[in-house]
């Protein structure tokens, strides 16, 4: 889940072509974005839920109770064939379309993010696999069929605790839009596009 002061992302870079646009970035600068796990907000707000291991705690995900397409995401990330899992989450209609976004000739978008965590502890505090995974995703949602969607994987750093100690390692955010005359029409292109990445997912989950 996300506490409300996380800004949606803004792509870079836009251009019109025949798939989802996809692309990756590494952001690991002083002034870029952290995860700590686990994570929590202030007390009674939001907090990390381990769905990979206990999964019933889907159920209290709000997200997940309000967006049917974002559970069955996580209930598929977090299932056990997976060398993933998820550490927060969140999606939001809006008809705010940055300049980039214009290339779409879309009036809404309706966005969602995932941020990604490897099951593996080795894997957790290992660079190249984190960019690997990023570039991998890419070049898979390049591949997809047309929709007027948009994916952006960014690799960012993650600081582990274990009890008394903290471990510094790393994580991906996966931003998605999809656009479309309206909010229903850009929510089904954000369908389409998250399926075609859970997909994905387990495609190199399975490898």
């Known amino acids: 889940m996300l506490p409300r002061f996380r800004r949606p992302r803004r792509h870079r870079n836009l251009r019109p072509q025949d ?4 692309d990756w970035a590494v952001e690991l600068g002083a002034g870029d974005e952290t995860l700590e796990m686990p994570w929590a907000a202030a007390e009674g707000g939001p907090r990390y839920h381990d769905l990979k291991r206990q999964p019933e705690l889907l159920l209290n995900v709000e997200e997940a109770g309000r967006i049917p397409e974002l559970a069955e995401c996580l209930a598929a990330i977090n299932s056990p064939v997976t060398i993933l899992e998820t550490a927060k989450c969140d999606a939001w209609a809006t008809s705010e379309i940055d300049f ?3 290339i779409f000739g879309a009036a809404f978008k309706f966005g969602s ?9 080795r894997a957790r505090f290992s660079f190249p696999e984190h ?3 990023a570039k991998q995703l890419t070049e898979l949602l390049r591949r997809v069929p047309e929709i007027p969607a948009a994916a952006e ?3 960012r750093r ?3 605790r274990c009890e008394a100690e903290i ?3 790393f994580y991906v955010t996966f931003y998605l839009f999809g656009y479309g005359d309206d909010e229903l029409r850009a929510r089904q292109h954000w369908g389409r596009a998250l399926k075609l990445a859970e997909n994905a997912l387990m ?3 399975l490898r």
Do not use: K, N
């Open 19 to 22: 798939s989802v646009e996809a």
């Open 131 to 133: 960019e690997r995974l």
């Open 203 to 205: 495609q190199l989950s």
């Open 158 to 160: 993650c600081q582990y």
């Open 100 to 102: 980039e976004e214009e």
């Open 153 to 155: 994987f960014l690799v």
């Open 167 to 169: 471990a510094s390692g």
């Open 113 to 121: 993010y995932l941020d990604l965590l490897f099951s593996e502890e």
